[in-house]
């Protein structure tokens, strides 16, 4: 267990994060954008640290700036919520290069979910049941209405 975790987001996952912290008596370490100054997260967190200003590019999305946050608080984890950070394999990497606990996946499991592709072939290998689909890209527009009138209709299309 944390004895303080530091939350990479804002607005209701941030709270969601904060209370359920501090549920298990963890102290909890918010980060924030000039406009959020005020906002409930940085109120109900233990301890909240200015990250820049309203672009998520210069404050939310800024690593060096969160990892930094993350050492001056003594946070030994980080809880990314969803979106900005959540998702981002170098983020979670930053985090191991600092000894610092990222809460969510391995880099390697962020990389390989976030290709489509990959994750459909690694589902399939590890015996989980997909839908029907393609385990390669289709080129053309033909290759399409075929597989679709293999699979059946209506067929959703996403791109990879």
Known sequence: MFNKVLIANRGEIAV?????CHDLGIQSVAVFSEPDRSSLHVRLSDEAYPIGPAPSSESYLAIDKIIEVAKKSGAEAIHPGYGFLAEN?????ACANENIVFIGPT???IRNMGDKMAARKIMKQAGVPIVPGTEDTLED???AIKLAEWIGYPVIIKAA
């Open 89 to 93: 394999a170098s983020f979670a990497e």
């Open 141 to 143: 527009e033909i290759g």
């Open 16 to 20: 969601r994060i904060i209370r359920a």
């Open 107 to 109: 880099p390697d499991a």
